[in-house]
């Protein structure tokens, strides 16, 4: 059903005839379930809809804490993106965390290398 919603929001925008709030109806009415919990629900504001949803924080680290998969940034939901720098950020965060309890590095030194592993997996 994504890729389908997928390519009928992008003929939406072709289709001046078409509103937002009208695929927004027919999409709700693709869950039968979702419909019957909704009973007779009003719809009581604008929808509003946005091209670009992806984002990304400043910093993916700090003394004492590390930022990984969607807390970070998000890319794609239509793609497996965001499980790979999932995996790669985690990866990151707890060899950080290991190596400055360890003491092999300051505390300093493994957000620096956090924040630069991570920003840099989601800018390539």
């Known amino acids: 059903m994504s890729k389908d919603f997928h390519t009928e929001k992008k003929a939406l925008h072709k289709d001046s005839d078409n509103s937002t709030k009208r695929f927004y109806i027919d999409q709700l009415a693709r869950a039968p379930g979702l419909m019957r919990l909704l009973g007779k629900a009003e ?24 930022i990984v998969g969607d807390a970070g940034g998000f890319i794609d939901p239509f ?14 965060a707890a060899s950080t965390i290991a190596a400055s309890i360890r003491g092999d590095c300051t505390e300093e030194e493994a957000v620096e290398f956090h924040n630069m592993k991570v920003d840099v997996a989601y800018t390539r």
């Open 79 to 92: 793609f497996s993106t965001g499980v790979h720098l999932a995996f790669n950020g985690s990866l990151s």
């Open 43 to 66: 719809l009581t504001s604008e929808i509003k809809s946005t091209a670009d949803y992806s984002y990304s924080a400043r910093y993916y680290a700090g003394p004492g804490y590390r």
